[in-house]
């Protein structure tokens, strides 16, 4: 059973490009979850989505970054218009059912570099 | 307040020995669970173990355990018989039943030959 695939592992972005990030959960796993980790920090919660819905999207900035799970096809977060400070670690997680206790099961991560 | 708070951001231990990473947390959620992932230099985020906040025992798998003191809110981590290859950041994380994880920011931990 095939983990959580994130692609890229490693994206190079000029200040002003958008950046696509691919999150395909776990078979079986019908939510996502995207977290983003600064260089020196912990992880932090962006948004919750599960298909064709976004749930919670509290962590997300309010400009620049969307989010999406279709029905068919992996789940994206999409950067525009990215800035240094967008340079981080970005890993998707999935779980099989939704709030509850259980583990996330996290992806390899994409590390953004904004040059 | 940090929902997860660890105060150690470098750890070292001989290899061997154990060593105890700590880990308290801040809920009012009755029913939540804990959680410590291990994070290589390679940047995966590997989990560990886990303990629920209704769970009588302390949780342990192979070398981790945790040492769960519900009414400090504290559950560090335990690691026993170290080895070079356990040199990683270790974080630890709650979810309350919620949908996020709520992430420390972790301790770098190195173990010496």
């Known amino acids: 059973n095939a983990g959580v695939m994130q692609n890229p592992r490693h994206l190079v972005r000029r200040r002003g490009q958008e950046a696509r990030l691919r999150c395909s959960p776990m078979?079986?796993?019908?939510?996502v979850y995207w977290y983003r980790q600064l260089p020196e920090e912990g992880l932090k919660f962006m948004v919750y989505?599960?298909?064709?819905?976004?749930?919670?999207e509290s962590g997300m900035p309010k400009e620049r970054f969307s989010a999406e799970f279709p029905k068919e096809g992996p789940s994206i977060l999409r950067i525009q218009q990215v800035v240094r400070g967008d340079s981080a670690a970005y890993f998707c997680?999935?779980?099989?059912?939704?709030?509850?206790?259980?583990?996330?099961?996290f992806g390899p991560g994409t590390r953004l570099t904004v040059l | 307040a940090q929902k997860i708070t660890q105060t150690q951001p470098g750890m070292f231990v001989q290899e061997k020995e154990a060593v105890t990473l700590d880990c308290t947390y801040d809920?009012?959620?009755?029913?939540?669970?804990l959680f410590w992932y291990k994070q290589p230099s390679s940047g995966e985020m590997i989990f560990l173990i886990y303990?629920?906040?209704?769970?009588?025992q302390n949780a342990t798998e192979g070398r981790y355990s945790l040492n769960f003191q519900k009414a400090r809110k504290s559950a560090n981590l335990v690691i026993s018989a170290s080895q070079l290859g356990d040199s990683a950041m270790y974080f630890c994380?709650?979810?309350?039943?919620?949908?996020?994880?709520?992430f420390g920011t972790g301790t770098s931990l190195t173990v010496i030959p």
């Open positions: 994380a709650m979810r309350e039943g919620g949908n996020q994880f709520y």
């Open positions: 989505l599960q298909k064709e819905n976004i749930i919670d």
């Open positions: 078979k079986g796993h019908s939510h």
């Open positions: 997680a999935s779980s099989p059912t939704s709030g509850g206790l259980d583990e996330q099961f």
């Open positions: 303990q629920g906040s209704y769970d009588q």
């Open positions: 809920t009012s959620d009755p029913s939540y669970g």
